[in-house]
């Protein structure tokens, strides 16, 4: 198994910016794809964005342009650096780990957006 600790999230204001930071430890494989998911209340939970060991990044349309998603292969640690931040991206955020043979998830952070 994996397991994912997130640290960053945080109450900001609208236009400010966060980073959040998700460290993964147990059997990695050095094939896999390390992302963030997020779940407003009363929604359903969904991709924010994801890259893969290679480095390919895919991102959410509503995130395109504000979010970057980077990643430390050496630490095993995926960054979400998150600008012009606003009310509509409240949620919990989880990070995700998925390889060839399994899923993992972190317990997630809160990230809370005043106007």
């Known amino acids: 198994q994996v397991r994912l600790v997130e640290s960053g999230g945080g109450l900001v204001q609208a236009g400010e910016s966060l980073r959040l930071s998700c460290a993964a430890s147990?059997?990695?494989?050095?094939?896999?794809?390390m992302g963030w998911y997020r779940q407003a209340p009363g929604k359903q939970r969904e991709l924010v964005a994801a890259i893969t060991s290679g480095g390919s990044p895919n991102y959410a349309d509503s995130v395109k342009g504000r979010f970057t998603i980077s990643r430390d292969n050496a630490k095993n640690t995926v960054y979400l650096q998150m600008n012009s931040l606003t009310p509509e991206d409240t949620a919990v955020y989880y990070c995700?780990?998925?390889?060839?043979?399994?899923?993992?998830w972190g317990q997630g952070t809160q990230v809370t957006v005043s106007s």
């Open positions: 147990g059997i990695i494989f050095s094939i896999n794809t």
């Open positions: 995700n780990y998925r390889d060839s043979s399994k899923w993992s």
